[in-house]
């Protein structure tokens, strides 16, 4: 499975982004694709997750209302969109898929075998 994101900036505190994250490969066997992000000095974080035959969604609570997460299953294609962005956003974000995630554990990183290159957003006040 290959992932491949897209979507990063720098924006002000207020302002909206969205996130692409492209799948490849063997897409069929995952359930889950999941975003997560990384802060300066800090681990790397669940944000949002999309259960890929459903789609049940699942948001950290410091984003819910303000982040959504969709998928395009013609386009292999998930998206995260981002508002109201505010400074404690920026971090780089990653997409992540493993066939072995299921609700219980979406938000464990730990999990996640396949990642994303990571994508930065700057979030200035």
């Known amino acids: 499975v290959q992932l491949q994101a897209s979507g990063g900036g720098l924006v002000q505190a207020g302002d909206s982004l969205r996130f692409s994250c492209a799948a490849s490969?063997?897409?069929?066997?995952?359930?889950?694709i999941s975003w997560f992000r990384q802060a300066p000095g800090k681990e790397r974080s669940f944000v949002a997750a999309?259960?890929?035959?459903?789609?049940?969604?699942f948001y950290a609570d410091s984003v819910k209302g303000r982040f959504a997460i969709s998928g395009d299953k013609a386009k292999n294609t998930v998206y995260l969109q981002m508002n109201n962005l505010r400074p404690e956003d920026t971090a780089v974000y990653y997409c992540?898929?493993?066939?072995?995630?299921?609700?219980?554990?979406?938000?464990?990183?730990?999990?996640?075998?396949?990642w994303g290159q990571g994508t930065q957003v700057t979030v200035s006040s």
């Open positions: 992540a898929a493993d066939p072995s995630v299921i609700q219980s554990n979406v938000a464990n990183r730990s999990a996640y075998r396949y």
């Open positions: 999309i259960k890929w035959s459903g789609g049940s969604t």
């Open positions: 490969g063997d897409t069929f066997r995952m359930r889950y």
